[in-house]
């Protein structure tokens, strides 16, 4: 449906506390949207990919409590899921009784909805009491004895199955898509060259480690990028570049603060040797102007005018992003954020008084005037 009715009013405009509020505001707006229209979809845009990796860590409690599924495109681009959660069932059935190795492999099953979600702590306390309890043993519930008997098929076949057989069938295990076990095949691949010779579980876990620690295994991708940011039933957070061309039902936009969006010009401090201003902006204004056929600027009018650039592409950029939105639109400008996303720490005692983006008190005010 191109043009489908909104929901509520098709705008909601907030002013939370801070950052965390934001966040937590989008959280139980989310579950409300779904819970209705579990086939809807959903997307943050952010303007920094620091504040979309913000949004994901402090939202990834949906899909571990309502089973929502949060895409976060810059992590998801940047490495695969598979090796690492390959590897923590690989070290689990290679170290049943550790507790350490038994709960990571259960909160694996748990993302995967492969167990329900329980207390993970409780199980992991005392392994052989979980995995085979006696008779003298306090009665397992119904989900107690689901994942115990989830992980000891995960050790039956540890036993029967040549260990060089036991990538692939955990990839079918935990249920995965075509992309990721086209990435699965390809990581057996790769362990076997980096394993040749001396073949065994000690070396496979040792060259999966190393490529988990490096963080640089790409996954194999069998279907279109833009199909991946708009699955139903998922909350996607990607950048407002990344989103040109693409909608979804819901659209949250959050931290728009005068200093993101539109932002102000920066001079870094090694350039200003040349004056208040960036040879780079100015060189650009300037090449404008000639392309334009109009008088070059000296230096200083070529900054003003490289700051007027910068402040019509970003709200051109903000339009795209506001139009990304098919039933509701969700903005917010908290009271308090970072001084900069880039090098926020994530403590919450290093906010400061932020000035909302233009755009909404203008929004307010044209709502009110309508009313």
């Keep these: 449906d191109a043009n489908p009715r909104p929901t509520g009013q098709g705008l909601e405009i907030y002013t939370p506390r801070d950052i965390y509020h934001t966040v937590e505001l989008i959280g139980e707006r989310v579950i409300e949207l779904f819970t209705s229209a579990p086939e809807h979809r959903a997307a943050v845009l952010v303007r920094e990919n620091r504040q979309g990796s913000f949004v994901a860590q402090q939202l990834e409690f949906l899909q571990r409590q309502h089973g929502i599924t949060i895409y976060d495109v810059q992590e998801s681009d940047r490495q695969s ?3 690492r959660e390959i590897l923590t069932l690989l070290q689990f059935l290679d170290r049943p009784h550790s507790p350490d190795y038994l709960k990571a492999a259960l909160v694996v099953l748990v993302e995967r909805q492969l167990i329900p979600t329980q207390d993970l702590n409780a199980l992991a306390t005392l392994p052989e009491q979980f995995l085979y309890p006696g008779p003298l043993d306090p009665l397992q519930t119904p989900a107690v004895i689901k ?3 989830y992980c000891r098929s995960l050790l039956r ?3 029967e199955l040549p260990h060089y057989q036991l990538i ?6 935990l249920g995965y898509n075509q992309s990721e ?14 394993t040749f ?3 065994s579980l000690d070396a496979t876990l040792v060259a999966l480690q190393e490529i988990v620690n490096s963080e640089r295994f790409e996954p194999v991708e069998t279907e279109d990028a833009d199909s991946r940011y708009v699955r139903a039933g998922q909350l996607t957070i990607i950048t407002m570049h990344k989103a040109k061309g693409l909608d979804w039902d819901y659209v949250f936009i959050p931290f728009l603060h005068e200093d993101t969006l539109p932002g102000n010009p920066w001079v870094p401090t090694a350039a200003q040797f040349l004056g208040d201003f960036t040879l780079a902006e100015v060189a650009r204004a300037q090449i404008r102007a000639s392309l334009h056929e109009q008088a070059i600027p000296l230096a200083p009018e070529a900054w003003k005018q490289a700051g007027q650039l910068k402040t019509a592409e970003e709200f051109r950029l903000l339009y795209v992003a506001m139009t990304r939105a098919k039933r509701l639109l969700w903005i917010s400008a908290a009271e308090k954020g970072p001084f900069r996303w880039g090098t926020f720490t994530g403590k919450a005692d290093n906010l400061q008084v932020k000035k909302p983006c233009p755009i909404i008190p203008a929004l307010r005010n044209h709502l009110e005037f309508r009313i």
């Design 81 to 83: 899921h598979v090796p």
């Design 147 to 149: 994942a115990a008997r």
């Design 157 to 159: 076949a540890h036993l």
């Design 168 to 173: 692939s069938f955990l990839a079918f295990t």
């Design 181 to 194: 076990l086209a990435t699965a095949d390809k990581l057996a691949e790769r362990i076997t060259k980096q």
């Design 197 to 199: 010779g001396n073949s």
